[in-house]
């Protein structure tokens, strides 16, 4: 009897302790180690106070390095040379940033699963088949084989590499003792994979399958009607009418077949018609202090950690304050004492699939130009945590890797084409990283465009100013495509439908200190067809935010730093202007329930701005979505089809109303644009009454777009909701969490001067006040003044943490 | 005398070792003093539990909770209190029947 109670208190007091040493899947962390105030996440808490000045010992710096702190916790890096300069700025942001810099490598490599378990296998395999993890390792040979981006990649390395190492289990990040492992060591290749997850995000889909089964069901006249190279309103970015300095290329010939002959397939990720950004400068005769002013914000899904880092790097040679992404070393957006630059995503297309026809079985072989070619096998190793590695083979032709064979079943069934190979700029390789370096201590236009020659993917149109001259320069790898090249699913077998070469580097769209005293960009078409010989791809952001910019750019004189800031809160939506006042002229009133009249009103005086308290944004956003949808979904379901674009909807709103489409197929009898009109309104208000009741507060834009920022590995209760006003069709485009991820106003001349802001802060620990200390500025559009210090002593009252950083003797 | 013992000795590993340190510290030191199972279970539960409160309530007022209520939202308790309670409990438990087994081995040797 006393054995058997020894035996029983001691089994249940060792179940007791290991059942709370594991952690069960990805919902429930071990909680014995997670909750001890000990060694758990307690631990994370950070105090006021607990950031001070300090000495740091770091192995493998060459000479001391001075870091000063701002209010805003941004590092002002002097460093006596390169090496030193990028070790130390891999070491901050490490100690901001660990855990994120490390999950955005893994994720983009395919290597979720060795943290997580195998429910993201298929996820990896993804990234594998789309050739991530292949082409991150070419991109780092590009890297290496120029000693001065190796040497950059390399200290950048073995900056994160010293702080890693110093730090004990009970410091590591949150989100290391939420998933129990440890951190790895940093290695460039990582790096690499960041500037591959960037193209991914900015470049990783097409439409091209959709529009294949578009033209199989309708043909090539209706195509050419809904889905036109040129859309209907524009305002391209270079201006049209600005005559071009070089002499062409000669273009590749439109072959007889310019689509694979069969596509049997479920589909590719969706473009998605919101992705934005904006950029623009104005030229010094219409600012107030003489020179340019230049204002850039990328939009991303917003997350928390925030996506960028502020970081100012001083050095000989070199001074330059901006954001980039953890990981990344240098500036990526931002200004030094000469010039300033910003980016938004040019959208053209740089990713095809082609159809691959196999020998046989054993797929070792494939049928191109009247020949059968060897195929190459790729293996690729999964590790997954707590089980034996997948060993994965990927299949590569001279296109590309063929992501799914047409036998297996894709990741995301909607979103990947089988039996089709890839070709994808984002796996050729370039040195964006030697292009960043120089871009940061560029001083002129000549010493930028010069740099940016080796920026290859994704393509960004880059925004440029100095205290002389402003420019716009729509930048990166383009095929020199025929026209229409890629639109459709391409033909493997058939050599006229490869990639022919590319356009130069010096005759991709640009324009410098064009007539009307302003350049911009807002993801629109880089450039009129009638002005530009190449073809860059039909299907870009609508013209809307880039019309609303160039609107009030025209209309500024005596610019001020303030002017920028007031129109990157811009919530005015020309999409509504174009088309309410042709909505509400066709809506039959007399029959209106009490909601329906009350949204109506709502709708008859708005001026079209999308302020969080407005009730006509939402009513006008559900409306115009049951409308496209009434229109074009009977014909063209999502399932399988392409939608056409919103320009095309509204050219037959306004100018075709007895446009075939309006009618639904599946009645009996024949619908007109005034009843899709009534219905889709009618719809709207009953959704709305459906989720709120009669309509109350709850209707409020701000309410209804449920905007808010989320944390990057989705935990619950580390986000942050926004009652916000913008929307995707606006300067201030935030859309559910998509939105301005950085907005910066450049101020140039003699003293240089700016004022940026982003939705987060500079640290990513959920347990510090500088996680997140900037949203709300963000929200309310109020930007703060950025420190641009010229020597370490500068203005040195508002540094008031500083490290100084030795090396090991 | 048991729960003093437990309370310094198990402060004490837990800032070296890892959590479960406590676990071994209550088993032996109710191997050694205790004198009945009661006893041996309240003196582990208090001696631990106070110091995963002490500890726990240090973290909640110096960093004003911000991360103890974001980790309660992640758990889907309703308060940082509650978590901080569930924290405690949890240290309470692992000291208590770990104290148990090591009267009740004591007991079975002697």
């Known amino acids: 009897m006393k054995w058997l109670k020894a035996a029983l208190a001691t089994f249940l007091a060792v179940l007791v302790v290991y059942g709370l040493n594991r952690n069960y899947g990805t919902e429930v ?63 901050v942001t490490a100690k901001d940033r660990l855990w994120q810099m490390e999950f955005m490598t893994h994720a983009a490599a395919g290597r979720l699963s060795e943290i997580i378990g195998d429910q993201t296998l298929a996820l990896d395999q993804y990234q594998r088949r789309m050739g991530m993890m292949k082409s ?145 400068a104005v030229t010094g005769t219409r600012t107030a202090n003489g020179y340019p002013l230049l204002a850039s914000d990328p939009h991303l899904n917003l997350t928390l950690p925030s996506i960028w880092h502020a970081v100012q790097l001083h050095a000989p040679g070199v001074n330059v304050y901006g954001v980039i992404i953890p990981g990344a070393p240098g500036v990526g957006i931002g200004f030094n004492e000469h010039i300033a630059w910003g980016m938004t995503n040019v959208g ?137 090249q890629g639109q459709y699913l391409l033909d493997g077998s058939n050599p006229t439908h490869d990639w022919q070469g590319w356009i130069p580097m010096d005759h991709v769209p640009q324009v410098m200190n064009p007539a009307r005293g302003f350049v911009s960009s807002a993801n629109q078409s880089p450039v009129s067809p009638k002005d530009y010989p190449y073809y860059l791809g039909s299907s870009f952001a609508g013209y809307e935010r880039g019309a609303r910019i160039n609107q ?69 956003e559900e409306w115009w979505q049951a409308l496209s949808r009434n229109t074009w979904r009977d014909e063209f379901p999502v399932e399988n089809f392409k939608v056409p674009a919103r320009d095309r909807t509204v050219q037959m709103l306004l100018q075709e109303p007895n446009a075939q489409w309006f009618d639904n197929i599946e009645t009996p009898q024949k619908e007109t644009m005034q009843d899709v009109i009534q219905v889709s309104f009618t719809q ?23 905007s808010s920022i989320g944390h990057m590995a989705r935990l619950p209760g580390f986000g942050t909701k926004l009652f916000a006003g913008g929307s995707a069709n606006s300067i201030n485009a935030l859309n559910g969490s998509h939105g301005p991820s950085w907005r910066m106003v450049v101020e140039m001349g003699p003293e240089v001067k700016a004022y940026g802001v982003y939705p987060g802060g500079q640290s990513g620990n959920p347990g510090s006040k500088f996680y997140d200390n900037l949203v709300e500025d963000w929200r309310l559009g109020k930007l703060h003044e950025l420190l641009f210090l010229t020597f370490a002593e500068d203005r040195k009252e508002q540094t008031n943490v500083v490290w100084v950083m030795k090396g090991k003797k | 005398m048991l729960f003093v013992l437990i309370l310094i000795l198990s402060l004490i590993a837990q800032l070296f070792l890892p959590w479960w340190s406590v676990a071994v510290v209550c088993f032996a030191l109710a191997f050694w003093k205790a004198h009945r199972g009661g006893q041996a279970f309240t003196a582990g539960f208090l001696g631990v539990g106070l110091t995963w409160l002490g500890a726990a309530l240090f973290w909640q007022v110096v960093s004003d909770g911000i991360l103890s209520a974001r980790v309660a939202e992640m758990f889907t308790v309703e308060s940082p209190w509650v978590l901080l309670a569930v924290t405690v409990m949890l240290g309470g438990l692992v000291g208590g029947v770990s104290a148990v087994s090591g009267f009740f081995v004591r007991r079975a040797l002697v």
């Open chain 1, 29 to 91: 962390p071990a909680l014995g180690p997670f909750l001890s105030p000990y060694e758990g996440f307690w631990l994370n808490s950070e105090r006021n106070g607990d950031f001070t000045s300090e000495e740091l010992t770091i192995e493998g710096l060459r000479q001391p390095v001075q870091i000063r702190f701002d209010s805003l916790r941004v590092p002002h890096i002097f460093a006596q040379n390169d090496h030193d300069l990028y070790l130390a700025q891999g070491y």
């Open chain 1, 136 to 280: 991150a390792k070419e991109s780092l040979q590009k890297f290496s084989s120029d000693p001065a981006s190796k040497a950059l990649l390399d200290a950048y390395a073995a900056g994160v590499n010293a702080y890693i190492k110093q730090l004990s289990p009970r410091e590591y990040p949150l989100e290391y003792k939420l998933l129990k492992y440890a951190p790895e060591a940093w290695t460039p290749l990582k790096t690499a994979l960041l500037l591959k997850r960037l193209a991914y995000d900015m470049t990783g889909f097409s439409d091209d399958l959709r529009m294949t089964n578009n033209l199989r069901k309708y043909g090539n006249s209706v195509m050419q009607d809904l889905f036109p190279d040129y859309p209907f309103r524009e305002e391209p970015i270079i201006p049209v009418g600005t005559p071009q300095s070089f002499k062409p290329l000669p273009i590749p010939a439109t072959p007889a077949e310019f689509v694979a002959g069969l596509a049997s397939h479920t589909l590719e990720r969706q473009k998605p018609e919101n992705l934005g950004s904006n950029n623009w």
């Open chain 1, 348 to 484: 053209s297309d740089v990713l095809d699939w082609y159809e691959v026809k196999f020998k046989d079985a054993s797929r070792r072989e494939y049928w191109h130009d009247n020949q059968w070619k060897p195929i190459k096998r790729v293996l690729e190793e999964i590790k997954i945590k707590g089980k034996a590695s997948k060993i994965d083979t990927v299949l590569y032709t001279h296109h590309g890797p063929v992501a799914y064979l047409p036998n297996e079943e894709p990741y995301r069934k909607a979103t990947t084409p089988i039996g089709h190979a890839l070709r994808w700029t984002a796996h050729d390789t370039q040195n964006e990283l030697m292009a960043l370096h120089s871009v940061n201590r560029a001083t002129n236009y000549h010493a930028f465009k010069k740099a940016l020659t080796t920026w290859a993917a994704p393509a960004f149109n880059f925004v440029y100013a100095d205290s002389q001259n402003i420019a716009i320069i729509s930048n990166g790898l383009f095929p020199n495509k025929w026209k229409g």
């Open chain 1, 552 to 620: 009030r750019l025209s209309a500024m004189t005596k610019a001020v730093p303030d002017s920028f800031k007031l129109l990157q809160m811009d919530n005015f939506n020309v999409h509504a202007q174009n088309v309410l006042p042709t909505l509400l002229a066709q809506l039959d009133t007399k029959a209106f329930t009490s909601a329906q009249r009350q949204a109506y009103q709502a709708l008859s005086t708005w001026k079209y701005q999308y302020v969080a308290e407005a009730v006509a944004p939402s009513v006008f």
């Open chain 1, 684 to 706: 709207a208000v009953d959704s709305l009454t459906k989720d709120y009741g009669t309509v109350n507060d709850q209707w409020q834009w701000g309410h209804h777009k449920n």
